[in-house]
């Protein structure tokens, strides 16, 4: 499986932006997949998790409320639409895949820079 991450950039606090992670290599649809981010000096962090269908989503409590992860799985591609962000949001942003019955993440993709300034 490769992911390929992208859409990342430079916004102002209170923007948005939507994140996309294009999914190839198996069939996309049968891995539940996620963001995680990793801002400097820190641990990679859990963002996000949409079910291999789509049906069940989980947000860390920084996000919940502002950011919203979907998926298609006609385009394989995995998206993380993002709202009021916050400078406390400036991260690489990484997208993953893993096994349906799996507690770690298998495959990863090289991750977007956001930057959000104050």
């Known amino acids: 499986v490769q992911l390929q991450a992208s859409g990342g950039g430079l916004v102002q606090a209170g923007d948005s932006l939507t994140l996309s992670c294009a999914v190839s290599g198996r069939t996309f649809s049968s891995y539940p997949v996620g963001w995680f981010r990793q801002a400097p000096g820190k641990e990679r962090e859990f963002v996000s998790v949409i079910s291999s269908s789509g049906s069940r989503t989980y947000y860390a409590d920084s996000v919940k409320g502002r950011f919203t992860i979907s998926r298609d799985n006609a385009k394989n591609t995995l998206y993380l639409q993002m709202n009021s962000l916050k400078p406390e949001d400036t991260a690489r942003y990484y997208c993953?895949?893993?096994?349906?019955?799996?507690?770690?993440?298998?495959?990863w993709g090289q991750g977007t820079l956001v930057t959000v300034s104050s």
């Open positions: 993953a895949a893993k096994l349906v019955f799996s507690y770690t993440y298998s495959w």
